[in-house]
């Protein structure tokens, strides 16, 4: 007598299996077991695809992929940013550059639960079709391994994050590369018409001169100017205090000086010229009405690149960069495993003494790397392509917050990045909406976040200035709407506004900042189911 077979399949069953009904029990329990072992592994798989769904809809539902107004996609709200936050009771969210809105919590908790329940029922379907069309085109073996869909759905997850964004601002075409930005939103640089210029929330001015050209370099925090300026064919170290310019002095020896950066102290460093041409030169310090020369580790040259407010400068000397302080004297910095011995410069450092500067790798022909030296150990920030022969990167400037500028081979050229240990390198062409233009070049960020630098817009080289979305976190407790703002520029103009309909609105709260966060509390309408908020800076 023939017996009826028990057929077991799935995934870890490894095809059809026949066992007779008189089989040993051993191999029967065996059997039993396994078939228990698949049920239970697709069982947390479904659980863990409806868990996924139901986050995913959570992060769609904050980010408005699906709008709770029926004309909401329809208003456009402007140049507005702003961040999420789940507030007491209620939830408050950013809709990036539309807004912010209060949802009515009976409505949405059901539309949301609607949306949760349908792709709970989707989503293994997907995955299912995205599996065996992945087997059909070889990119999964026979097994069915579901581990890469949740990949994909985690990746899309993290798709929907609100990333920092910029906006920028044209500060025209300059007539020097060089610029300088402080901690109050001010800038320096040099005109067409080489003058010296300090930029202050939209108004550029020209500064003074001695009777030639002038050029801006650095400005720090009082809003002091170092450059330089031409009387007849002499280069002269200047500082410029508003309108009024002081002649620094110089070397006995020399024929022209060039200030770059200055401090909160006033001294100014650079380096002076002290032959015929462009060599020999010296790093120089200029404080108190005395000029120091600091001297070279080999060789007749040295040139200083950056001053903190602690008196530490950083500059390069004939084939190494160093550190000076008035206690050590001028220091070389090691070179770092890995690269070209003699191929590496500093070019600034912030009051951490954290500093920045580049390298050639030896695996890499003609190549060079962004790399950050922080307490005592140097760390290559990697490029915007995949490494390759004479592809280049360069640090140009950090602030307080570890955030690094500078340019980088990019797929589509030379491209500004701004880097830091949590995000890495990013492409800051990828964190503006104005597709007019292209950011090339990264020269400095202060501690708000703003970045100065060069880019082409339609074409044409200009500079800018990238002044970061605030953040705008909410609370909601009763009544009262709680407001914390932060990632301000000091002594940028913001104003919160609202409305009830999208479509009039008014100020809520005008203010310049003066530090990078402030707080207020409001109170809100009870009989008002929604009130939508925008950020204007």
């Known amino acids: 007598m023939s017996e009826r077979p028990i057929k077991i399949t799935g995934a870890n069953a490894g095809g059809p299996h026949q ?42 539902r904050a980010f408005s992929f699906w709008p709770p107004h029926t ?28 807004g912010f809105w209060i949802p009515h919590p009976i409505q949405d908790v059901a539309r949301t639960a609607t949306l949760c329940v349908a792709c709970a029922v989707a989503c293994p379907i997907i995955t299912m079709l995205i599996l065996r069309a992945g087997r059909a085109a070889g990119i999964y073996g026979s097994r069915m391994n579901t581990k890469y869909p949740f990949v994909l759905v985690i990746c899309l997850l993290g798709l929907g994050a609100n990333a920092q964004s910029y906006r920028v601002t044209d500060l025209g075409v300059l007539g020097r590369p060089e610029m300088g930005l402080n901690n109050n939103s001010q800038i320096t640089g040099t005109t067409v018409d080489n003058k010296a210029f300090r930029w202050d929330t939209g108004v550029m001015t020209t500064l003074g001169t001695l009777g030639g050209t002038s050029f801006g370099r650095g400005i720090n925090d009082v809003g002091q100017i170092a450059g330089y300026a031409y009387i007849g064919d002499s280069m002269r170290a200047v500082v410029f205090n508003g309108t009024n310019l002081t002649d620094l002095g110089a070397l006995p020896s020399a024929v022209a000086n060039n200030p770059v950066a200055i401090n909160n102290l006033g001294q100014v460093v ?17 404080q108190g009405g005395n000029v120091t020369n600091l001297g070279t580790l080999s060789g007749n040259n040295s040139r200083a690149s950056d001053i903190n407010n602690l008196a530490t400068i950083v500059g390069n000397s004939g084939n190494h960069a160093f550190v000076y302080t008035s206690v050590t004297g001028m220091q070389p910095v090691s070179d770092p495993p890995g690269f070209v011995p003699g191929s590496i410069t500093a070019s600034a450092l912030n009051d951490s003494g954290s500093m920045v500067g580049s390298g050639s790798p030896t695996n890499y022909v003609q190549g060079a790397r962004a790399l950050v030296w922080k307490q005592g150990t140097v760390l290559d920030i990697g490029l915007l392509i995949p490494p390759k022969n004479s592809a280049f990167s360069f640090a140009h400037d950090i602030n307080s917050f ?17 880097y830091d240990s949590t995000n890495g390198m990013r492409d800051l062409n990828r964190m503006i909406t104005d597709t007019n233009w292209v950011l090339t070049s990264a020269v400095a960020i202060n501690d708000s976040g703003q970045i100065i630098g060069l880019g082409s817009h339609n074409g044409q080289t200009r500079g800018f200035l990238l002044t970061p979305a605030p953040i705008l ?15 301000l520029a ?5 104003t919160v506004q609202y409305s009830e309909n999208l479509t009039t609105w008014s100020n809520l709260q005008t203010f310049i900042a003066s530090s990078n966060q402030t707080n207020w509390q409001v109170s809100l309408d009870p009989s008002s189911l929604r009130r939508f908020f925008r950020f204007q800076f």
């Open 19 to 60: 066992l007779p009904m008189r089989t040993h029990w051993a191999a029967r329990i065996a059997a039993f077991y396994r078939w228990q072992r698949v049920k239970s592994h697709y069982s947390r798989k479904c659980v863990l695809v409806i868990l996924i769904c139901c986050a995913l809809v959570t992060s769609a």
């Open 71 to 98: 004309d909401w996609t329809s208003k456009a709200l402007g140049s507005h940013y702003g961040f999420m936050e789940w507030g007491d009771g209620r939830t408050l969210v950013c809709l990036g550059s539309r």
């Open 270 to 286: 650079g380096l002076t010229i002290t032959g015929p041409g462009s060599y020999p030169y010296v790093a120089t310090l200029w």
């Open 402 to 418: 570890e955030e690094v500028v500078g340019d980088s081979d990019s797929p589509t050229g030379t491209h500004a990045f701004l």
């Open 473 to 487: 976190k909410l609370s909601a407790v009763g009544d009262q709407l709680g407001f914390l703002a932060s990632k």
């Open 490 to 494: 000091k002594n940028w103009h913001y």
